[in-house]
């Protein structure tokens, strides 16, 4: 219990430097949070260097927006920064979304399925099924059952209607049915 006070004051500390410009905290801030915030920026993208790319962007509005009074401890911080990482991987997808190609899924014979075989998957497993959906299948996808968005959220955040959302996510939902079978 202790340990999870000093590290709250030790995350608070650092957010006080940060909002002094004190760039030896802000590299600490960013490597605290670097592993966290990596793994949420996979997610949206189809590689790591993409997601490195969202991280370091996310953690530029991070800082500004820290120095600017923009963070308060009205919500946890990882909340907060949570949120950024989302919202930069979107801002990302729209600004290259006319760059990117969508790869389709043919529908194939039915595999017989090694039950036990779900129970072996791994994270990396599982972003490599991510990686074979469209773009926009991935976010709704990652947005609805790994972050806990509902729909009316993800049409917001999207730019996209409700039902839209919910198409996306059903097929990405039968994409990934067809890409497991297919490889597990």
């Avoid at 006080?16 to 590299?27: A, D, F, I, R, S």
């Avoid at 530029?60 to 923009?70: A, W």
């Avoid at 730019?159 to 198409?167: A, H, K, M, Y």
Wanted: proline share 1%; glycine share 2%.
């Amino acid at each position: 219990m202790e340990r999870e006070i000093d590290k709250k004051i030790n995350i608070e500390n650092l957010i006080t430097q940060c909002k002094k410009g004190n760039v030896l905290h802000q590299e600490m801030l960013y490597k605290h949070f670097y592993g966290y915030a990596l793994s949420i920026c996979r997610l949206y993208t189809y590689s790591n260097d993409d997601a490195v790319s969202i991280l370091n962007d996310s953690f530029l509005k991070v800082f500004s927006s820290i120095e600017k009074n923009g963070y308060n401890n009205s919500i946890p911080f990882k909340n907060w920064l949570r949120r950024i990482l989302i919202n930069t991987a979107i801002d990302n997808y729209r600004k290259n979304s006319k760059h990117l190609y969508h790869l389709e899924i043919e529908e194939t014979n039915s595999i017989q399925v090694n039950i036990n075989a779900i129970d072996n998957l791994n994270a990396e497993d599982i972003l490599k099924l991510l990686d074979f959906l469209p773009e926009m299948h991935r976010f709704v996808f990652n947005l609805y059952e790994i972050q806990g968005f509902n729909h009316k959220e993800i049409s917001l955040k999207l730019n996209i209607s409700e039902s839209t959302s919910r198409v996306f996510l059903t097929r990405a939902k039968k994409k990934l049915r067809v890409l497991f079978n297919k490889n597990f």
